[in-house]
């Protein structure tokens, strides 16, 4: 018999999904994303121009920067300092990756979004938290800019978000917390458009290869996460958009 999920959940349930817009006052675009017992806070400010490599196009950029600060986890998490370690590096590029995938930067003008994704807590789904959270700090970016007149029309061509998901027990299951994805055979992590549209895929099979079946299973579980998800993500842009 597999073991109860933490709260009881089902298979195909989510954690409780708060996002919190505003959270970070001096921000042009924030919030606080919690996933359980996962936070991050995201925040996007705009900087009047773009990298060096870029001026003259006419077009801007989004990229993104990822942290876990020292009392995330158990265990003190060293500062990434000057130099963040691999794994950030790593998770700062698909942030980046899954957010431009859905901005059209020619509409954005010779500026930078920047993102920034700081993990208050850690319990699972960290790289997800913060795209889904980034997506919302950035919409309501971009309505500042559209309200201040330094933008005719939103650059976003659709929404993103984010969700893991993985084999705990031979079970599929949806949105691991940490004690799952310590245990599971398969964990996968899926970035998709409000569309249905997959930007990436990350799945790593822990002794037993990852069968077609199960990656089928595994993307309908996310794509019914990424839904609700999407619907949070509505309402904490529609509470946080200026008036």
Same mark, same amino acid.
């Given at each position: 018999m597999s073991a109860q999920r933490t709260g009881g959940r089902a298979a195909d349930e989510l954690r409780p999904v708060t996002i919190e817009p505003g959270f970070v006052r001096t921000a042009t675009g924030s919030a606080l994303m919690s996933a359980g017992e996962t936070r991050v806070i995201c925040t996007a400010t705009v900087e009047e121009q773009v990298p060096v490599w870029m001026r003259g196009r006419g077009s801007g950029w989004v990229t993104a920067e990822y942290g876990m600060l020292p009392g995330s986890t158990r265990q003190r998490? !060293?500062? *990434? &300092?000057? !130099?963040? *370690? &691999?794994?950030?590096?790593?998770?700062?590029?698909?942030?980046?990756?899954?957010?431009?995938g859905v901005v059209a930067l020619d509409r954005l003008g010779e500026r930078t979004v920047h993102l920034d994704c700081d993990v208050l807590q850690a319990d699972g789904g960290t790289r997800c938290a913060s795209?889904?959270?980034?997506?919302?700090?950035?919409a309501l970016a971009v309505e500042v800019l559209r309200a201040d007149g330094r933008l005719d029309a939103s650059p976003l061509t659709g929404s993103v978000a984010a969700v893991s998901c993985g084999v705990v027990g031979g079970r599929p299951l949806l949105d691991l917390d940490h004690r799952e994805d310590a245990r599971a055979q398969v964990d996968a992590n899926v970035v998709m458009t409000g569309d249905g549209g997959l930007v990436e895929v990350q799945a790593t099979a822990e002794r037993t290869p990852l069968s077609r079946a199960h990656l089928d299973e595994l993307l309908t579980l996310a794509e019914t996460g990424i839904t609700a998800l999407r619907a949070a993500q509505r309402t904490a842009i529609t509470a946080g958009s200026p008036a």
């Amino acid at each position: 018999m597999s073991a109860q999920r933490t709260g009881g959940r089902a298979a195909d349930e989510l954690r409780p999904v708060t996002i919190e817009p505003g959270f970070v006052r001096t921000a042009t675009g924030s919030a606080l994303m919690s996933a359980g017992e996962t936070r991050v806070i995201c925040t996007a400010t705009v900087e009047e121009q773009v990298p060096v490599w870029m001026r003259g196009r006419g077009s801007g950029w989004v990229t993104a920067e990822y942290g876990m600060l020292p009392g995330s986890t158990r265990q003190r998490k !060293r500062r *990434d &300092g000057v !130099r963040p *370690d &691999g794994r950030s590096v790593e998770i700062q590029r698909l942030i980046g990756r899954s957010l431009r995938g859905v901005v059209a930067l020619d509409r954005l003008g010779e500026r930078t979004v920047h993102l920034d994704c700081d993990v208050l807590q850690a319990d699972g789904g960290t790289r997800c938290a913060s795209i889904t959270g980034a997506y919302v700090a950035l919409a309501l970016a971009v309505e500042v800019l559209r309200a201040d007149g330094r933008l005719d029309a939103s650059p976003l061509t659709g929404s993103v978000a984010a969700v893991s998901c993985g084999v705990v027990g031979g079970r599929p299951l949806l949105d691991l917390d940490h004690r799952e994805d310590a245990r599971a055979q398969v964990d996968a992590n899926v970035v998709m458009t409000g569309d249905g549209g997959l930007v990436e895929v990350q799945a790593t099979a822990e002794r037993t290869p990852l069968s077609r079946a199960h990656l089928d299973e595994l993307l309908t579980l996310a794509e019914t996460g990424i839904t609700a998800l999407r619907a949070a993500q509505r309402t904490a842009i529609t509470a946080g958009s200026p008036a």
